[in-house]
Structure formats: C-alpha cells, structure tokens
C-alpha cells in the first residue's frame, strides 16, 4: 500500500513503454494439448482492486498479461509481473494475445463484467468473474448460457462456496438438522460501515480533471456516458445504479450463497419478489442505491422442500430474533438465520462462517451424531477452477449454479426499482408477468459501440 501511494501518476505513466517491451511467454499451444502438470497462462482484466486477490489466487500458473484501464490503481500488479504484457483495452488485449492464453480472469467493476466475460467465452478461454456475475439479468443469463454451450470452465468470485462450513450447513440442512425450513433472513450492514459506498446522491456537476493514467471512456464501457468524477471510484462505483449493484449485489453473492444452495433455490420457475427501501426523491432513485432496503422474496415447494420466504435486509437493518434464541447472542454485521421447525441455524458471510446450530444446546447435542460429509470437498477456490481448465470436475461455484445466484441479487436490484409492488419473476422467459415496466430494467441498452 505504501509503495503505491508513493508512485505519482506522472512516474508511473512515463515507466510504462520499457516494462513493456520485456514481454516473453511460452504460448500454451507450443506445451501441447495441456496436460494436468503444464501451466495456464492466465490474462487478467482488471488488475488492480480485487484482481490483486485473483492473481495471488493464480501464481501457480503463468500470469502472462495484464490489462487495467487504470495505470496507478494496477501499479503493483504490473510490478509483481514485469514480464506480462500490459494492456489498457481488453478488447486489443484478447485479439493480441489469442493463442497465447488459455483462460481469463475478470474483476473490473460490476458493470464491465459481462462484456469482457462474453468476449473470452466466445474466444473458447476458461473465465473466472469477480462477482456478481454481471450486471443485468440479461447479461447474467447470457453469459451462463454461452460458456456451457462453449464447454469453456468458470468459476464465480463467492470464495465461501469453496468452505468446508458451506457444506457442513447444506449437510446439515439435508439431514433435516432444524427440520423443515420456511423462513430465512440474510442481512449486510452495507453500504453503511468501514466500506461505505456512494448512496443516496445526485449527480455531481462539477467536472474535475481525469486523473494521468485512467482512460476514463474504457472504465465507463458499455455504460451510458458521463464525465468522470472521483464520486464513481474505485470501489465507490457499487453504489451508482449504472455501474454497481448495491449491497444486496456486492454482498448478496456471498451472504445467499449458503441459502440458494442449501434450500435449492437454483431450482425454481417462479419467484415473487418485494422490495422497499428508503428512497423518496426520484431523481435520487434513478442514480443511487438507498441507504436501506428490504427485500422479500417468495419461493414455491422444491421437491419435498416447503415453500419459502427469504428476505434480505440492508443498511444496518437486521431480521426479528427467534423466540428461542439466547438472549446473549447477537446477530453480526452480516450473516444469515435459516428459521427451521426444530431450530434455527445461524452464520455470517463468506461460505456461512461460523455457522452455529441455535440455541447451543441444539447444536452440542447434534454434534454427536453429526451427519456424513457427503458432499465433494473443494481445493481452494481458485485451485478447483485451475485444476477444471487442465481436465478436471467443474468448479463448484461454475455459472450454472454463480448465474442463479446472481440473478437472485439482480432480481432484488430490479424490485428496487419497481418498490413497493409485489412482482411475479418467470425465471425461463426472464419475463416479470405482472407489472411490463418492471421489464425494461432485464437488459438495459449499452452505450453506441458497445456489444454482447
Ligand atoms: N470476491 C470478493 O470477496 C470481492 C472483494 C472485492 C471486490 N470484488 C469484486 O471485484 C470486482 C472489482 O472490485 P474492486 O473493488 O476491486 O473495484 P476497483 O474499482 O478497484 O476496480 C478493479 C480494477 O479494475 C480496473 N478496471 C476498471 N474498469 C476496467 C476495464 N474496463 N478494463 C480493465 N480494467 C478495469 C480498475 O482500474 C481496478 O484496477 C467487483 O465486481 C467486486 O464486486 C469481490
């Protein structure tokens, strides 16, 4: 950190041309048809942020490019790995380095998923996705659609789907553990918190200078344009309805992950959704997330699985305690309580951490006689889809359970937009059947020049 605070953006820039120039990579198709022991070489787009966590992720295999739009932002990154190539534009980065890479990793900002995602699914490389998945349900489905089809691997960035304790809860669950489960409440303190991001905000109208370093039209992508502003980032973007997705989109993936795939919600033709939150002043509304927001979501029977009503809570907002829950226990920042007919169970974020049985005297008299594990333990998050993209089994977060996912958060982000009107989702026509201006917000136009 204090080495990238000490780089000016003047220096940066002006060092740039040699690194690149040192560029060298064994393309992967002079190691043949890639056996299990070569490596991958990897393209990252979005280097710096989260991608910095990506790469660490990787190191195993050869990170042989590196494309940020932003020089100062992936400045450690081009530092680590002075032999990649360096790119501003993944576009050029993908046509340059085609048979050079054999998967991509993706952690721009939420709203320039999709576009870098399809370009790699289309090109046959294997994609991990920062989370959300993307932006819109259109692009998520697509997306999902398009790498099965490819037969290309994907791995989706809810790290916690590759926990033990994610497992250990769905076993649990399985097991009929709190017996038959109809409510569940998922709750973030976001956006409020040490993370703070831009809500509740007009649009600026001041026009401060882009910084040296940042093409700011690439950063915008296929969003409608508007002059750059340091409200839009970094990080602050998750905020701003045209590039982020709100708290439920950021940390939705993470906190519903245990939920969707314990209660199976994957698996479901209709959804009802509601949502409210503390916006009022339109304007406000068509730029910004709220401070807070409720969403409720209503799920039919799944197999021998009752009906379910989930509802997520934003803002500092958390859920009504169970009676029989003791009265020295909290509920943290973030987490989640499935609310079952013999019990409750209890986790924070990220792969149900902490996940407890409650009350206590539940969970210790279930601890001796716990069920088997039974199902298949992951290698690490990014290992599993390292090991997919040589041969292996697909990584347990792949799109066809991260897409779900995601478009459960990107359903809730549409509700907001209709609040207050209880609406009907058919997940295969990716249709609302009961309010058609709810609709418009499925697949929202790309700026000129900009295609899936
Ligand atoms: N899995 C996790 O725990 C986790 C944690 C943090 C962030 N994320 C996700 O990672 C993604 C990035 O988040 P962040 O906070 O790192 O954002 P950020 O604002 O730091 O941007 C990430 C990097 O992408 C670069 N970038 C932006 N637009 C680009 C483009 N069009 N092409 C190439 N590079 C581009 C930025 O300059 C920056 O270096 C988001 O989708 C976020 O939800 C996931």
Redesign the pocket.
């Known amino acids: 950190m204090k080495q990238q605070t000490q780089l000016t953006r003047r220096k940066f820039v002006g060092g740039m041309a040699t690194s690149v120039a040192a560029f060298s990579i064994v393309p992967s198709h002079v190691l043949g048809a890639n056996p299990p022991s070569s490596k991958l070489n990897i393209a990252v ?7 910095r ?1 990506n790469i660490n992720g990787c190191r195993s295999e050869n990170i042989v490019a590196l ?4 020089d100062i ?2 400045a450690r990154s081009f530092e680590e790995y002075p032999k990649a190539k360096r790119y501003k534009d ?1 576009r050029i980065m993908m046509d340059d380095m085609d048979k050079s890479i054999d998967a991509v990793i993706v ?4 709203h ?2 999709a576009v ?1 995602a399809m370009r790699a699914i289309k090109m046959g490389k294997h994609v991990y996705c ?3 998945l993307a932006h819109s349900l259109g692009e998520v489905r697509r997306l999902t659609e398009a790498a099965r089809q490819q037969g290309v691997q994907t791995q989706m ?3 916690g789907h590759s926990s033990e304790q994610i497992r250990r809860v769905c076993e649990w669950i399985w097991d009929g553990a709190i017996g038959d489960i109809r409510e569940v409440h998922t709750w973030s303190s976001r956006p409020s918190g040490g993370a703070a991001f831009a809500v509740n905000m007009k649009r600026p109208t001041d026009r401060p200078p882009v910084p040296e370093g940042l093409d700011w039209d ?2 915008l ?1 296929p969003a409608q344009y508007r002059p750059y502003h340091p409200a839009y ?3 602050k ?1 998750r905020g701003w309805l045209d590039f982020g997705s709100g708290a439920l989109g ?1 940390m939705g993936c ?1 906190i519903l992950d245990p939920t969707v795939w314990a209660m199976k919600l994957d698996q479901v033709d209709t959804i009802a959704i509601e949502a409210t939150t503390t916006h009022f002043d339109e304007e406000i509304m068509n730029e910004t997330f709220a401070v807070a927001s409720i969403v409720r979501f209503e799920f039919p029977a799944r197999g021998s699985m009752p009906p379910l009503k989930l509802t997520w809570s934003d803002g500092r907002l958390r859920p009504p305690r169970p009676d029989d829950m003791e009265l020295k226990r909290y509920y943290r920042s973030e987490g989640a309580i499935f609310m079952g007919e013999k019990g409750n169970i209890l986790h924070g974020s990220h792969g149900a951490s902490g996940a407890r049985i409650v009350p206590e005297t539940k969970m210790k008299a279930y601890e001796a006689n716990l069920p088997p594990k039974s199902l298949p333990r992951s290698q690490g998050h990014h290992k599993d889809w390292i090991l997919a993209c040589k041969g292996g089994k697909p990584a347990s977060a792949n799109w066809d359970f991260g897409g779900p996912l995601t478009e459960l958060t990107l359903l809730g982000m549409l509700a907001m937009r209709r609040q207050n009107r209880k609406l009907i989702w058919d997940v295969k026509t990716m249709r609302i059947t009961n309010d058609e201006e709810a609709n418009k917000y499925v697949d929202p136009a790309y700026r000129q020049g900009w295609t899936l």
């Open positions: 787009i979005g280097s710096g942020g989260r991608g966590a494309c940020d739009v932003d932002r992936a993944f952690a721009t900002p939420d320039t998923h870098a920062e989370k959300p960035g809810n790290q690439l950063w992508g980032l970094p990080f973007w950021d993470h």
